[in-house]
């Protein structure tokens, strides 16, 4: 199984300041034949199911702010907040779906206000 | 606009079993994956299961593999988790997602507690 594993576990960032999520896979999650990475990220805010944000590690969901974005390739990856937003408060998630149909999440992000 | 709700979580004794089911609508459903993915109560995201979008692939965490059955009906536009076996690690918020390169849109989730 590919392994997913995020830092930090949580951080607090004050309001407007950049937000800096790291996700690193234990095997190489790009495709060689597409050049795509089979990478997607998530925000989950409290009480709620799981939103996705970002698709093929850098494409941003439709109505996703573009304060968020995705970058990085083969096996690590970021998730950057440009400027943190109060309704930013949440928990994110990174997903490899290169072993597609056999996922793997990483352990989760809690992101808060300083 | 596309939605999927599930139903069928409660109160279960370990050992025993529990059908989950999600209705979707807002989108064609027989031609899309489906993924149920389980939260444990403050822990994070773990897939359970995936299936395609005739019901003859079906593919499973190891955890659950003998004890999980996903399944569909594309008649009633629902995707069904039967859970035999259970226990008590098996506690969670399950959720239901379309699968559309990744998992979107996600269910608001159905909660298992297994416990005696």
């Known amino acids: 199984d590919i392994v997913m594993t995020q830092s930090p576990d949580s951080l607090a960032v004050s309001l407007g300041e950049r937000a800096t999520i790291n996700c690193k896979s234990s095997q190489s999650v790009l495709y060689n034949s597409n050049k795509k990475n089979y990478l997607a990220w998530y925000q989950q805010k409290p009480g709620q199911p799981p939103k996705l944000l970002i698709y093929w590690a850098s494409t941003r969901e439709s109505g996703v702010p573009d304060r968020f974005s995705g970058s990085g390739s083969g096996t690590d990856f970021t998730l950057t907040i440009s400027s943190l937003q109060a309704e930013d408060v949440a928990v994110y998630y990174c997903?490899?779906?290169?072993?597609?149909?056999?996922?793997?999440f990483g352990q989760g992000t809690k992101v808060e206000i300083k | 606009e596309v939605q999927l709700v599930e139903s069928g979580g409660g109160l279960v004794q370990p050992g025993g079993s529990l059908r989950l089911s999600c209705a979707g609508s807002?989108?064609?459903?027989?031609?899309?994956?489906m993924t149920w993915v389980r939260q444990a109560p403050g822990k994070g995201l773990e897939w359970v299961a995936n299936l395609n979008q005739d019901g003859s692939e079906k593919y499973y965490v190891d955890s659950v593999k003998g004890r999980f059955t996903i399944s569909r009906d594309n008649a009633k536009n629902s995707v069904y988790l039967q859970m035999d076996s259970l226990r008590a690690e098996d506690t969670a918020v399950y959720y239901c997602?379309?699968?559309?390169?990744?998992?979107?849109?996600w269910g608001q989730g159905t909660l298992v507690t297994v416990s005696s």
């Open positions: 997903q490899q779906y290169y072993n597609t149909p056999r996922w793997t």
């Open positions: 807002g989108f064609t459903f027989s031609t899309y994956w």
């Open positions: 997602a379309r699968i559309n390169v990744a998992a979107r849109p």
